[in-house]
T-cell receptor
Framework: DQQVKQNSPSLSVQEGRISILNCDYT??????FLWYKKYPAEGPTFLIS?????DKNEDGRFTVFLNKSAKHLSLHIVPSQPGDSAVYFC????????FGKGTRLSVIA | DTGVSQDPRHKITKRGQNVTFRCDPI?????LYWYRQTLGQGPEFLTY????????KSRLLSDRFSAERPKGSFSTLEIQRTEQGDSAMYLC???????????FGPGTRLTVL
């Protein structure tokens, strides 16, 4: 039973455009949501998070939106840069973290 | 720098051998987590510690696996009688001061031949 789902295994975006990565969850007890970026042979790097009591959090080029009624969150990256190419994981907290399977983002110059 | 180091970064072993991994978080953070990541999957929770107490273990942690955090600082994860299915990236994470974020180390890549 997958509690956190990232239904798009991959996404390609042109440099300078917006990247939108999506995530759905099933467990209403999750109180915090996080996005991580991962390069091969490295550990996940924390990007941005959002509490379940908020609907938006912004940090530079990264914005996370949370729609609790739909149990859906998304990560927006604007503008996308080639260095953003990596695998992005959505995670939800109910101590511990529950991760999705990831979305591979390719930003094309 | 995430404040978490792991050693070794890579380990190749033969099936049936025992292996031990170490995780060193910066000292003032109390909660420490172990995860495992296999190809095409996100990290999966194994176990976590509050200081030296092991508070939760997942069903993934078979009796061949044991983890310790003897002084509430560094932690070790041992796998006995390794199997090919144990091949994975083993990740350690520390909890942030606000307890709302986990910061991961670089991981230990295990290959069981």
């Amino acid at each position: 039973d997958q509690q956190v789902k990232q239904n798009s295994p991959s996404l390609s975006v042109q440099e300078g455009r917006i990247s939108i990565l999506n995530c759905d969850y099933t467990n209403s007890m999750f109180d915090y949501f996080l996005w991580y970026k991962k390069y091969p042979a490295e550990g996940p790097t924390f990007l941005i998070s959002i509490s379940s009591i908020k609907d938006k959090n912004e940090d530079g080029r990264f914005t996370v939106f949370l729609n609790k009624s739909a149990k859906h969150l998304s990560l927006h990256i604007v503008p996308s840069q080639p260095g953003d190419s990596a695998v992005y994981f959505c995670a939800a907290r109910n101590t511990p973290l529950v991760f999705g399977k990831g979305t591979r983002l390719s930003v094309i110059a | 720098d995430t404040g978490v180091s792991q050693d070794p970064r890579h380990k190749i072993t033969k099936r049936g051998q025992n292996v031990t991994f170490r995780c060193d978080p910066i000292s003032e953070h109390n909660r420490l987590y172990w995860y495992r990541q296999t190809l095409g999957q996100g990290p999966e929770f194994l176990t976590y510690f509050q200081n030296e107490a092991q508070l939760e273990k997942s069903r993934l942690l078979s009796d061949r696996f044991s983890a310790e955090r003897p002084k509430g600082s560094f932690s070790t994860l041992e796998i006995q009688r390794t199997e090919q299915g144990d091949s994975a990236m083993y990740l350690c994470a520390r909890e942030g001061l606000a307890r709302d974020t986990q910061y991961f180390g670089p991981g230990t890549r295990l290959t069981v031949l």
